[in-house]
């Protein structure tokens, strides 16, 4: 909108919007840091989408900012580095959220254990791959390499062939986690009932929950106390003590 001709008041107006849309997103970013504070921080796959998407999504709130000034948008609009500056924001900051999410929540949905190890592996694809395909594109768009054009000039070649290499490295990390998944419901192991150690309401039944959700009336505990959180060798998840055994063939 800045380079449309609107008037000089309603490009200030529109700039003062543009950049009251930081405000939300970098509160959130700090509540979910200091979520982690002072915290026995454990690498699962889950943990490990849910920081890259923390990354990914500060990214791409931080490059907002140059597009929200006047003078910087102007030589920006309408380059590859709104393109990326877009994915960081949505595909960063949505759908690794929502696998990091899926992740969590299969064993519950589905009553079984995905392997871990390629989950993992999955995720440091993914968020390496991510950034190869959409960071180069920042360079190209500070240097004036404009989005929508088939050719482009040759110095600009460099970032294309990285941008493309991390696009093919992407679509196959997401393709893995999809196959890491799928396998889990054939091959998996019986997911017991809170496989995450949480101590919240929703893990205190079977997984997955029965008809009516509890087979008895759970007890609400304290959700900070991870004090019985034990890592179970046979089903490969960290459990409660006490807590549902997996259901059993």
């Given at each position: ?105 299969w064993p519950k949905m589905t009553g ?76 998996g192991k019986k997911a017991p009932a ?56």
């Open positions: 909108m800045f380079t449309s001709g609107q008037s000089e008041m309603v490009t200030i107006i529109f700039s003062v919007l543009t950049f009251s849309v930081s405000i939300p997103s970098a509160i959130k970013v700090f509540n979910w840091l200091a979520t982690m504070y002072k915290v026995s921080i454990v690498l699962a796959t889950p943990m490990c989408y849910a920081l890259s998407f923390l990354f990914l999504f500060t990214i791409g709130g931080l490059t907002g900012l140059f597009l929200g000034a006047l003078a910087t948008d102007i030589h920006l609009h309408d380059t590859y580095f709104v393109v990326a500056h877009f994915h960081y924001v949505m595909m960063g900051g949505t759908l690794v959220a929502f696998i990091g999410g899926l992740f969590y929540w079984r254990m995905y392997n871990e190890f390629w989950g993992q592996i999955s995720s440091l694809i993914v968020f390496v791959a991510f950034n190869l395909t959409f960071f180069p594109q920042f360079v190209m768009g500070s240097r004036g390499m404009p989005r929508r054009y088939y050719n482009y000039l040759p110095e600009f070649q460099v970032y294309h062939v990285l941008s493309t290499i991390g696009a093919f490295l992407l679509g196959f990390g997401l393709l893995l986690a999809a196959i890491v998944l799928i396998v889990s419901l054939f091959k809170n496989p995450w150690g949480a101590a919240t309401l929703e893990w205190q039944c079977s997984s997955p929950p029965p008809l009516a959700n509890f087979e008895k009336t759970p007890t609400v505990g304290n959700p900070y106390d991870m004090n019985s959180v034990v890592w179970d060798p046979d089903t490969e998840s960290f459990i409660r003590r006490g807590d549902v055994p997996p259901v059993t063939d």
